[in-house]
């Protein structure tokens, strides 16, 4: 029996897998053979990618995760529940997080699916209020930090220092708050169903080193990819080199499964690398014990974590390889670029000052709106409305212009 049930799930992991990578990455496999044969002086292979440029499923990545979740949950006797075809269906379908995460295991959510009953008001409420929050980042803060960024990333050889760190921190910005926007929306539409999904972001920019940064940054998928990647190629089991190469397999295959290109791998290598010197160099870090000296050191860490993140940012946003490059170049200096206006420059001030306030202010804001919560459902109608009407009015007085979901094309 356990034999016939590995069969089925080699089968159905490869019938998945096979589409994901027949619809998202064929393109890029026969692209880098034609670059390949062409490095060899074989200009002429015959093939061409131009067919297989259709327009991805609407996040097929993310429910492609979901249905692998499920069949290896089964398979290891982690989640034997009797479910009917119905919530299983919702499960994968279920619209919230269905095109952008966050990415759930079916144990986390068929449950509640199947205990599903009349529309509660003060899940409704709850559900409103995240709501309100994750579209306050998306319209106020993902979209006018897009128009920066695509402004200055449009023209990267024209950026000097100052400027191409401001094309970076916009974009860092841009990608947070669209990103940890739309799973705050997803999580509030669920609650207004009466489903609680798990919390996919920590105010990950805190981060003082890689592990942590991940526990923050898009959980859902970390745990994803630890689950059901890296432990099933052996984890931390075989000692450190081993380890190291679990580790950065897990990260280069996670960056691929953002999109079909070699930036998203370099992005994946980038952080594999980072996670991996840390856990090398982790026992050798200092354990500061003077007060002074644990607040230079944490500062210290922060500010190093920070620029590792940008750094990686620049090959996630970039069109290509070169342009990263030059990107990258062009924030330490190394290469000339055009000289910034005085504009220009207090603006790349102001915007690092806000985030700095936004990076220090966010946990003790995202305390006291969960604090909120409990009271919210209590308040009265007319308190609520007021709230909703005012929030409605910034967001078409200070939104930028509608910008899709950054996540919507994985």
């Not at 942590?212 to 998928?221: D, G, V």
């Amino acid at each position: 029996a356990r034999t016939r049930s590995k069969r089925l799930l080699v089968t159905a992991l490869v019938i998945n897998l096979a589409l994901l990578g027949s619809i998202k990455y064929l393109g890029m496999l026969i692209d880098s053979v034609i670059s390949v044969a062409a490095l060899a002086g074989h200009a002429d292979t015959g093939l061409d990618s131009s067919w297989t440029h259709w327009a991805l499923p609407l996040g097929i990545s993310f429910y492609t995760f979901h249905m692998l979740s499920v069949m290896i949950d089964v398979y290891r006797g982690e989640w034997n529940t009797r479910i009917s075809f119905r919530a299983w269906w919702l499960y994968i379908s279920f619209f919230p997080h269905m095109v952008a995460g966050p990415i759930l295991r079916a144990s986390e959510l068929v449950e509640q699916l199947e205990r599903l009953g009349p529309l509660q008001a003060r899940d409704l409420k709850l559900g409103a209020l995240i709501f309100m929050g994750g579209l306050i980042k998306k319209v106020l803060f993902a979209d006018n930090f897009a128009g920066l960024a695509d402004e200055l990333w449009a023209n990267p050889e024209q950026l000097d220092t100052a400027t191409a760190w401001l094309a970076v921190t916009a974009f860092a910005l841009q990608i947070y708050f669209d990103f940890s926007g739309y799973s705050e929306m997803a999580i509030g539409l669920a609650r207004g169903f009466g489903v609680t999904l798990p919390r996919n972001f920590l105010y990950p920019y805190i981060s003082r080193n890689p592990q942590e940064f991940w526990q923050r940054w898009h959980i859902t998928l970390s745990r994803w990819l630890r689950d059901y990647l890296y432990v099933s190629l052996g984890g931390n089991r075989s000692g450190q080199a081993r380890t190291i190469i679990n580790l950065m397999i897990t990260m280069v295959l996670g960056g691929l499964w953002h999109g079909a290109a070699w930036n998203f791998v370099i992005w994946g290598f980038l952080h594999g690398s980072w996670l991996a010197a840390h856990r090398v160099a982790k026992p050798w870090l200092p354990k500061p014990q003077s007060s002074p000296a644990r607040a230079a050191y944490v500062f210290a860490s922060w500010a190093v974590s920070l620029t590792v993140v940008w750094v990686t940012w620049v090959f996630f946003r970039a069109t290509s390889t070169d342009s990263a490059l030059l990107i990258c170049a062009r924030m330490f200096g190394l290469a000339d670029g055009s000289d910034a206006p005085p504009a220009v420059r207090s603006y790349v001030w102001a915007l690092t000052a806000a985030t700095s306030v936004l990076v220090l202010l966010e946990p003790w804001l995202v305390n006291k709106a969960e604090a909120l919560q409990d009271d919210w459902s209590r308040t009265s109608p007319l308190l609520r409305g007021t709230t909703y009407a005012f929030i409605i009015v910034s967001i078409v007085v200070l939104g930028g212009s509608v910008q899709r979901f950054i996540y919507f094309d994985f």
